[in-house]
Nanobody, 112 residues
């Protein structure tokens, strides 16, 4: 079955960096555009970024543009999100998605 397993979250100070990973299995990874979404405490799901199946086209929410970079390694069936200059407002559970299902999420907390 489809599995998406996120990792790499944690506690980081404002201005710090984290790199999230998402290991995919159970489907043909390089046939799907992939996305990151997040959910902050008490709020709804927010789309963060999307990358096309070949890794050529990337789009970002305005709130993360210039700070986050999405990438993928189709040989490893893995999606990444490099997050730099993190802000407290980035605190959320981050999920990867093949735009049909999403994983269980990884917690990112930005706090001093």
């Amino acid at each position: 079955q489809v599995q998406l397993v996120e990792s790499g979250g944690g506690l980081v100070q404002p201005g710090g960096s984290l790199r999230l990973s998402c290991a995919a299995s159970g489907f043909t990874f390089n046939n799907y555009d992939m996305s990151w979404v997040r959910q902050a405490p008490g709020k709804g799901l927010e789309w963060v970024s999307r990358i096309d199946r070949g890794g050529d086209r990337r789009t970002y929410a305005d709130s993360v543009k210039g700070r986050f970079t999405i990438s993928r390694d189709n040989a490893k069936n893995t999606l990444y999100l490099q997050m730099n200059n993190l802000k407290p407002d980035d605190t959320a559970v981050y999920y990867c998605s093949n735009n049909l299902v999403r994983g269980q999420g990884t917690q990112v907390t930005v706090s001093s």
